[in-house]
């Protein structure tokens, strides 16, 4: 039984999604159908949660919208999730970033920047 689900979770799962961890802060494209009518919508924030893996894997996504703060938790494979860009990886000592919810502001989006070391 256990080799069915893995084999059915390995068919669904997405080969094309970035490594993103929480701090990041990344830019999704979600399809929306309007009627018969269908456009993409970019959604883009600070990842302060990912839960879950394989094909039930998810991630929560914040951003301050005209002063207030707005999370949408996204599955990763679902096929409504057309692209997922990576604009900033940022430095977290935790896995969620539920504080992030109490800050107003420029700071309920501040988290550092990590640095790469550079390859010569």
Known sequence: MDQLIQLVEATQSRTDFPVINPGDTVRIQLKVIEGEKERLQAYEGVVISDRGAGASKTITVRKISHGVGVERIIPVNSPNVESVTVLKHGKARRAKL???????????????????????
């Open 98 to 120: 539920f504080y992030l919810r109490k800050r107003t502001g420029k700071a309920a989006l501040k988290v550092k920047e990590r640095k790469f070391p550079v390859k010569a």
